[in-house]
């Protein structure tokens, strides 16, 4: 029985990759090389970037301001986001945000769609050293969460996530994304989805009734 889920936040529960991969597509990264950042945290971001001979912080003023002009016109919600964590709620789970992403944009997107009350912790993978693939996050929510790694559930779109979330040892849902679901994905994942509007339909089994 699980206790708790753990959501992803871009590409899961908002369709912000898509806006990211554009801002870093205009901030004069390629396109095949923005699809091996996702998923991973700041600091393995900056050395990916050094390691390719890009300026981190000038590409990250580009990204970030590009970024922030889309952002502004309203944070895109994916589908079946609200369904699956009034789901949560309703069936007494408790539920966390583990991402890449930093602690103050998680809680901007949270507090600008008016979801805040639905998530009882918000973890950026930059309070750890490792990111994902690492399970570190996941690890680390679990026990902000009150519950052992059994009792979790990882919801994930990305390659990165999923491959945290099972060496976490974690039920892992993948909701793919940016990029479709490949035979790695389909070994690792417990479950692929089309979208969140699936989940509390595979997750039932999960729970007490």
């Not at 912000?16 to 554009?22: G, L, S």
């Not at 944009?105 to 490792?130: H, P, W």
Request: aromatic content about 8%.
């Amino acid at each position: 029985m699980i206790k708790a889920v753990i959501f992803d936040m871009d590409g899961t529960l908002y369709d912000t990759e898509a806006v990211y991969r554009k801002a870093w597509i205009k901030a004069g990264i390629p396109d095949e090389f923005y699809l091996q950042l996702i998923g991973r945290s700041h600091v393995n971001i900056v050395q990916m970037l050094k390691d390719n001979g890009y300026d981190p912080d000038a590409i990250y003023e580009l990204k970030n301001k590009y970024t922030e002009e889309e952002i502004r016109k309203g944070i895109p919600v994916k589908e079946g986001t609200l369904k699956a964590l009034e789901w949560c709620r309703k069936n007494g789970l408790r539920t966390a945000i583990a991402t890449s992403s930093a602690k103050k944009v998680a809680l901007r997107y949270l507090k600008d769609t008016d979801m805040e009350s639905l998530f009882d912790e918000v973890i950026s993978g930059n309070q750890l050293e490792n990111g994902k693939p690492a399970p570190d996050i996941f690890i680390y929510a679990a026990d902000q969460l009150g519950v052992s790694v059994e009792e979790c559930m990882v919801v994930e779109d990305s390659f990165n996530g999923v491959r945290a979330g099972k060496a976490a040892k974690m039920l892992t849902v993948m909701v793919p994304d940016i990029i479709p679901a490949n035979g790695e994905m389909e070994e690792l994942a417990d479950k692929i989805i089309d979208s969140l509007e699936d989940f509390p339909e595979y997750a039932q089994q999960f729970i007490k009734n």
